[in-house]
């Protein structure tokens, strides 16, 4: 099956088990991800806003221009990665998606990630880098290359993961924001590294 017969299976699937009615019922429609699906990039942030809402598309809000101002600088375009959330609908008000949300997604955004099979998983903020990497802070991890074995259902898959802090988190944080573009300048570099090993 070719990639994109699978990922249209796979938002059909989703709407099918409906794996948060809670959130389905409050939100406008299923945010299921945005670019390209040969992409060596997946971004993975926490859950559609407002405006992801509305559109149906991923990071379209002020975080997402900021996404896109931090790609422009690394000669990258959105139609050059893929992005996607860990939480397909909207919490309402824009809080924090909840534990069982998040479990209730992700092994929808496993087989996402296993369609894609990108060189290289970046997860923006901590409740993503979470998902994958559950022992680590984002205060220490940020920026850092980590090649994970990811147990899932009695399978294995190798990850790279390279955690960085939110883009909305950055935008109401000067510190946090220097942090986040510097490591988001070494991108091209850790993706060549592993394009060549
Ligand atoms: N924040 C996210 O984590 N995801 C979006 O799609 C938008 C804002």
């Keep these: 099956m070719e990639k994109e017969e699978e990922l249209n299976n796979l938002r059909l699937q989703i709407e099918r088990d409906n794996p948060s009615p809670e959130l389905k019922e409050q939100a406008t429609q299923l945010v299921f991800g945005d670019g390209s699906i040969d992409a060596d990039i997946l971004f993975i942030g926490e859950a559609p806003g407002k405006k992801e809402d509305i559109s149906g598309t991923p990071f379209v ?36 998606p909840l534990n069982n949300e998040k479990q209730a ?8 990630i296993n369609i894609i099979k990108p060189r290289l998983i970046i997860t923006l903020g901590r409740h993503s880098m979470n998902c994958f990497l559950p ?63």
Excluded: C, W
């Excluded at 002020?62 to 996404?67: E, Q, S, T, V, W």
């Excluded at 600088?73 to 008000?93: F, G």
């Design 61 to 96: 809000g002020r975080a997402g221009k900021f996404l896109n101002e931090m790609l422009e600088k690394i000669n990258l375009s959105r139609e050059d990665v893929y992005i996607t959330n860990i939480v397909k609908y909207r919490p309402l008000n824009n809080r924090d």
């Design 105 to 112: 997604f992700l092994p929808y955004l496993i087989k996402q």
């Design 135 to 197: 022992e680590h802070r984002i205060s220490e991890a940020h920026g850092k290359l980590t090649n994970t074995l990811y147990k899932y259902e009695d399978k294995e898959y190798e990850y790279n993961i390279l955690p960085l802090f939110h883009p909305a988190a950055a935008i109401y944080n000067q510190s946090l924001k220097g942090s986040l573009v510097e490591d988001f300048l070494t991108i091209p570099k850790i993706l060549s590294e592993l394009t060549t090993k």
